[in-house]
């Protein structure tokens, strides 16, 4: 499938237009928890980067701060990194019909993402005008462990990064 080449201003206005998600109001619902957790109500943007630079600044305490503020689950460093003995028991408390379809899941994620177009193009014309396609060297997928887990969203974050070539998840 051929990308249709557009001019530099059509893509402006069409494909190259983003909304800014800072730019839409918080909910009252989520300002409050904003509150609680940070101080104040905090943006998307500034609440990740707080949680980034606490991360940075204090390591593996700061994950276990956050799980506790945003997850309300105490966890301690050695149960940062599970082990194969933890792996092997969780399989044994799942029912092998969800772990069938889990695994199911994952292929058809997978083979979808690898089926995406991962190509860089470029056109001169009008000016510079293409995308530029390269993995991030390494990304952390936030997977909620409060009250309602979802391996969905493991799923799909760290699938799509693998067939995205990210080198560390």
């Known amino acids: 499938i051929m990308l249709k ?3 530099v201003k059509t893509a402006q206005a ?3 237009r983003r909304q800014d998600w800072n730019d839409s109001p918080l909910s009252p619902a989520h300002a409050e928890r904003s509150r609680v957790i940070f101080g104040e109500a905090l943006n998307p943007e500034a609440a ?9 600044a204090d390591g593996d305490q700061a994950l276990l701060d ?6 309300e689950v105490k966890l301690t460093t050695s149960g940062l990194k599970v082990t194969a003995a933890e792996i092997q028991a969780a399989y044994s408390q799942v029912d092998t019909s969800v772990v069938a379809a889990l695994r199911a899941s994952a292929r058809r994620i ?4 690898a089926r995406q177009p991962a190509l860089s193009w ?4 009008d000016g510079m005008l293409g995308q530029k396609i390269c993995p991030i060297g390494r990304v952390g997928c936030y997977v909620p462990g409060g009250a309602m887990l979802l391996a969905s969203t493991l ?4 699938l799509v990064a693998k067939a995205a070539g990210v080198p560390q998840i």
């Open 5 to 7: 080449i557009m001019d």
């Open 14 to 16: 069409t494909i190259l």
């Open 48 to 56: 990740v980067k707080r949680i980034l630079a606490s991360v940075r």
């Open 66 to 71: 956050w799980t506790v503020k945003l997850d």
């Open 110 to 113: 997978s083979d979808f993402h």
């Open 122 to 125: 470029f056109t001169a014309g």
């Open 155 to 158: 799923l799909m974050t760290a």
